[in-house]
């Protein structure tokens, strides 16, 4: 754990619109609340810049929590930590088994059995076959669903596919684990299961990057914060200076 670490320099990421006029595009957005990235064209092609010259610094012990309006690049910024998405430019260096729980639906094949997807959600996040089965019984458990996890998912429910999708995710170790929001499923009796069990795997996290609105979620997590506009990001500041930076 003491070894993670995540580092952007001058990271830029950029989202082709094609068969859309740049010029165009900005007369008919220039009405709209600005929100998202900045809208340019390279290679004659319209184009949003989600991310633009971020840098950053983080290592163990580092909890970083990220604010900002709708469309304001944090989801972005952790689906390229997550290396979903590759820089257009700079470059973004992370150490250490990374979770991403981004998408609790990643992965989900509707055709397979509770537990078939259970082993698919395990190799997408890095676990070998045996470290999967190993695990198994624990993860079969956790999500309270019985026999069910030897039918297809497809005849799940919406909140036990969500049951499914979050015991397995948070079934690994994670050096730094990445977070869209506060994950919330189930009705009120898993959540209180889900809560405590998702607040074991960051204490045992070296490095978290939760993205929130959720002013008071941030305090009691974040010991950093940092805000994104545009696309663009501020500083990395103490968490104490949350609503100073809310206030900017």
């Not at 390279?42 to 900002?68: E, F, P, S």
């Not at 395990?122 to 999500?143: H, P």
Request: glycine share 10%.
């Amino acid at each position: 754990m003491t070894s993670a670490s995540i580092t952007c320099t001058d990271l830029t990421v950029r989202f082709p619109v094609y068969g859309v006029d740049a010029k165009s595009l900005k007369k008919s957005l220039a009405r709209v609340v600005s929100v998202g990235g900045k809208l340019g064209s390279h290679a004659g092609v319209a184009d949003v810049t989600a991310l633009q010259d971020v840098n950053l610094q983080l290592k163990a012990g580092d909890r970083l929590g990220l604010i900002g309006h709708n469309g304001s690049g944090k989801t972005t910024l952790l689906r390229t930590l997550s290396g979903a998405y590759e820089p257009d430019e700079g470059t973004v260096e992370v150490q250490g088994r990374i979770a991403s729980l981004l998408d609790l639906s990643l992965g989900i094949d509707p055709q397979a059995t509770g537990y078939d997807n259970i082993r698919l959600r395990g190799r997408i996040a890095g676990l070998s076959s045996r470290e999967i089965e190993a695990r198994m019984d624990e993860i079969a458990e956790f999500t309270g669903l019985g026999p069910f996890l030897a039918m297809p998912v497809k005849t799940y429910s919406a909140g036990m596919q969500g049951r499914l999708g979050f015991a397995a995710a948070t079934a690994v170790d994670a050096d730094v684990l990445l977070m869209d929001e506060w994950i919330a499923v189930g009705d009120a009796d898993f959540q209180k299961l889900a809560h405590k069990r998702l607040l074991k795997l960051v204490e045992r996290a070296g490095i978290l990057v939760l993205a929130s609105h959720e002013v008071g979620l941030l305090k009691l997590y974040c010991n950093k914060v940092m805000r994104l506009e545009s696309g663009v990001a501020s500083p990395v500041v103490d968490i104490r200076k949350l609503d100073e930076l809310l206030a900017a």
